[in-house]
């Protein structure tokens, strides 16, 4: 998507979309980032919520199945259903991606989760929230990065740099494949994703702290 070089009003109006969902996350990892970072380091808590990232899916899942029976359609491209959102409804999927400020919480389904709520396909969804994606990478490599340099050993520079670019890959391919996996299942396609958080949320609380 070239913003600013076609032209396209359509596009245009998907930027301002997505400058809007940013706001949220950006405001509030500006503001509570630092307490956040007490539960970076507890697995016990990020199983936890890798749980309640689970029962989210499913329930949004379920709220996307909801809709297909009550016969609603999407006809248009997905585009146009972004630009069919309210500014309101833009803000609501900001701040559900703020969720992953939490360890546990995952970015992209959370913002899922809310463009189905929102009233967007799976597939519409799941773009909108890919491109939400590069914002938030990029601001928060704007900050991080620099920290490399700063008092840390240069060696560990190398597998930074090299881990980097594996998960630049890895995602590449991933968005591609979950792109094409969401234009053909528009029903129940977040279940699996849900029944795997869940199980591996629930085993590694018990693993962890034998609460079950």
Known sequence: MAFGKTGDPVQRQVFYRLVVATLPAALLEALFLKPLR??????????????????????????????????????????????????????FIGL????????????????????????LSYEAAAH???????????GAGLVEVPRLFQDVDLNLLGPALAGGI????????????????FHTHEVKALRPFALYCMLVGFFSLWYLKGVL
């Not at 990232?53 to 609603?72: S, T, V």
């Not at 994606?133 to 990029?138: C, E, G, S």
């Not at 594996?166 to 996996?181: E, K, P």
Request: hydrophobic share 55%.
């Open 38 to 91: 007490s539960h970076f380091p507890s697995a016990t808590s990020a199983a936890f919520f890798l749980v309640i990232n689970g029962i989210f899916l499913w329930i949004g899942d379920g709220r996307r199945g909801f809709k297909e029976n009550r016969g609603a359609a999407f006809n248009i491209d997905r585009d146009g259903e972004i630009v069919r959102m309210t500014w309101g409804k833009c803000l």
């Open 96 to 119: 559900a991606q703020s969720l992953a400020l939490i360890p546990g919480f995952s970015r992209s389904g959370m913002s899922i989760v809310a463009g189905l709520f929102a009233g």
């Open 128 to 138: 909108f929230a890919f491109l939400l994606a590069t914002p938030i990478i990029l």
């Open 166 to 181: 594996a998960a630049g890959i890895a995602a590449f391919f991933s968005v591609w494949i979950l792109t094409r996996y």
